[in-house]
Structures are given as C-alpha cells and as structure tokens.
C-alpha cells in the first residue's frame, strides 16, 4: 500500500515555532520526495472537508503537524479516523532533521497536492 506525506502549515493556530515548520518544508521540497501539504488541519477538521477522508483512504500516512493525539482528534472529529499504522511528528516538540528523517524513512510512494 502506497504511503501519502501530508505536511500542515498550521496556519491559523500559530502553535508550531515558525522556524521548525518552516525548515521541515524546507527539507521535504529538497529531498526531491513528492508530499501533500495542508494549509491547516485544524480548520479542515472544522469544516469537515472531504480531503481529509481522501487522505484517510490514500494508504499509510506520514504526518507532520503537531501533537499526536490532537491530529486524532481532528480526524476522529471529521468523521474520517486514522488507520493505526498512521505516523504522527509533532512540530512542537521535535527537530526538522528528526520529523523529515522519519518521515522519508522507508518512503516508496506519495502523493503531491496543493490543499
């Protein structure tokens, strides 16, 4: 099953520190891997937008965003659950280098979309 690297920019809340989301794009555009990046899952979870069930269906996920069980919650709210061998980083709390090593990390196949 293929795997879909979905980055949020967590735009709106402003809770991830700006040079941390910032150099883990920044890592991922230069890995030369293709990624899905959202400008805000918090404000897709409000609006129940159908992408995030596109998401759920795309195969296993990697995610960058921020704390673990908040981005559960925000899945678990829109209605579209996460499979459990979804990957969770958090932004918050983590270095680029260990979010982007992680992510990339047995890689095969993603997905490029603008959101």
Do not use: W
């Not at 402003?14 to 918090?42: A, H, I, M, W, Y």
């Not at 992510?103 to 993603?110: A, F």
């Amino acid at each position: 099953m293929p795997e879909t690297l979905l980055y949020c920019r967590c735009a709106y809340a402003q809770v991830v520190p700006t040079g941390v989301k910032n150099d883990v794009l920044q890592r991922l555009c230069d890995s030369g891997s293709s990624f899905e990046t959202v400008s805000d899952l918090c404000e897709m979870a409000a609006h129940r937008d159908p992408r995030l069930q596109n998401l759920v269906n795309s195969g296993k996920l990697k995610i960058a965003a921020c704390y673990p069980r908040a981005v559960t919650g925000l899945f678990h709210q829109a209605g579209s659950p996460l499979p459990e061998n979804t990957e969770i980083f958090n932004m918050r709390t983590q270095t680029a280098e260990e979010i982007v090593g992680q992510m990339l990390q047995d890689s095969t196949v993603s997905v490029a979309v603008e959101g």
